[in-house]
């Protein structure tokens, strides 16, 4: 087999960048591990930016995200009670609530549509020849051994990806940290306790109050990382819930019987450079953000619109050089919304072992910003997410 692009993992990464490229006329392939049924049965993220938006809309892929997409133009910060409205107008540009698995879907079929190329369910993947011009891929796929051969690879194969490991030791810079705590969500079909999402910081722990539609709400509570989810019984997991919020929102929420619960771990995590030779990694092959910036999914998709933009250079424009800068460019925004999702979570979660000057110190923080206007604009354009990518 031959293509242009190949690209490993069918995640919103793999599969934007797919349609990207087919606008272009960029030939691609994807080849994803997983079938598509589990790929759908991830529940991840649910707030977009205007950014992601903006792509999907340029791969005619948000018909249903417009029809169905909940606009925000707010969200509110429940600070030990205390409840504060962030106008994300005062930041410039609203967002848009709209799972994760509806963005995937919408892709799936957009690809469908205009006979992209995915390959599920495909097994050992290797990837070979990114210190040559002539790299590939090996796979298996339904028993048969094979060899797609290609101009360049793209990893956009997740954290446990193996792109990212096919890279010589020594060439990549890693930079991490793990918080000593996770994020217990539970899916519902209740109607939202709030118009808009609520993040809560209390003495207990982080809670966060999100939604899907108006019918259907995802809620999220801090727990230590040695917890299971199987401990966590629905009537555990609303107690626990509503002793982090305010009395108004306690007597306001609705419970019901969980449709997905899980725990996910909460780090922080970029490799640099984020590409080598002929090898390039976006989205969680190369980052990860603890979820309390609602960055993770909006970074994956602006790295792959970068990416695309640069093949786009490179193809058409004549300037294959201009993929040299993907690395660099996209690190500018990485490591903005890295600052801002770190010190989301620093703000608003009980640190186990932090000192108790230091958790007045944070609440004085935020009290800081929510003082003046300037402040929380701040917050507002850091949340809304950063100006479009500049090749500049
Ligand atoms: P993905 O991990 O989504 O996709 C990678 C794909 O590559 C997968 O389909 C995988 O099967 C495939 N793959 C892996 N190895 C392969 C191999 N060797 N060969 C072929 N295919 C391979 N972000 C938010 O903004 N808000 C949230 O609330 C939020 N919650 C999250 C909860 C959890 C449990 C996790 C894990 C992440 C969460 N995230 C959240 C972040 C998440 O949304 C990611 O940022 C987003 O999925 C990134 O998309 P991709 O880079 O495409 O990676
Ligand atoms: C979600 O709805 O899953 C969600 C929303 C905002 C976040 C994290 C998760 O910051």
Partial sequence: MRTTIAIVGAGPAGLLLGQLLQRAGIDNVIVERRSADYVLSR?????????????????????????????????????????EHIDLDAGGVPVTIYGQTEVTRDLMDARAAQGGQTLYEVDDVAIGGVDGDRPWLDFTVDGVVTRLDCDYVVGCDGFHGVSRRTIPEGVLRTYERVYPFGWLG???????????????RHARGFALCSMRSASRSRYYVQVPTEERV?????????????ARLSPDLAERLQTGPS???????????????????????AGDAAHIVPPTGAKGLNLAMADVGLLASLFDKAYAGGEPQALARYSELALRRVWRAQRFSWWMTSMLHTLPGLDAFTTRVHGAELDTLLASRAGRATIAEAYAGFPGQTLD
């Fill in 43 to 83: 529940i991840r993220a649910g707030v977009l930016e205007q950014g992601t938006v903006d792509l999907l809309d340029s791969v005619g892929a948000s018909q249903r995200l417009h029809a169905e997409g909940i606009v925000h133009h707010g969200f509110e910060l429940l600070l030990d009670g205390r409840r």
């Fill in 186 to 200: 539970i899916l519902v079909d209740t109607p939202p306790v709030n118009d808009e999402l609520v993040y809560a």
């Fill in 230 to 242: 199987d401990d966590w019984s629905d009537a555990r997991f609303w107690n626990e819930l509503r």
């Fill in 259 to 281: 449709l997905e619960k899980s725990i996910a771990p909460l780090r922080s995590f970029v490799v640099e450079p984020m590409q080598h030779g002929r090898l390039f990694l």
